[in-house]
């Protein structure tokens, strides 16, 4: 059993920066791939960055160049790292593993961005 917990959402204007962090506990040995996804109204959750525990990572192509995925894997935690943000980023951010096959899902936090 893996438990995924977010923090650092919040409202912020456009052009500002957020951090977010996803830190994961219970009984595991090594996580391979973290992820953070977004789900805004009204539409279908999508993937925003992936790293692999080796740190290989993975963006959408909209937010290349602006977000930053990274992890810390002494402490089983991932972070994002998100600067020049636009309104089109609003939406609930979820962390992501996949542990023995099973998919563990945060339980998000609202990145909301607003003038």
């Known amino acids: 059993q893996v438990q995924l917990v977010e923090s650092g959402g919040g409202l912020v204007q456009p052009g500002g920066s957020l951090r977010l962090s996803c830190a994961a506990s219970?009984?595991?040995?090594?996580?391979?791939?973290m992820g953070w996804y977004r789900q805004a109204p009204g539409k279908q959750r999508e993937l925003v960055a992936a790293?692999?525990?080796?740190?290989?990572?993975n963006y959408a192509d909209s937010v290349k160049g602006r977000f930053t995925i990274s992890r810390d894997n002494a402490k089983n935690t991932v972070y994002l790292q998100m600067n020049s943000l636009k309104p089109e980023d609003t939406a609930v951010y979820y962390c992501?593993?996949?542990?023995?096959?099973?998919?563990?899902w945060g339980q998000g936090t609202q990145v909301t961005v607003s003038s």
């Open positions: 992501n593993t996949k542990y023995y096959s099973i998919n563990y």
């Open positions: 219970g009984n595991i040995f090594m996580i391979d791939t």
């Open positions: 790293i692999t525990m080796g740190g290989s990572t």
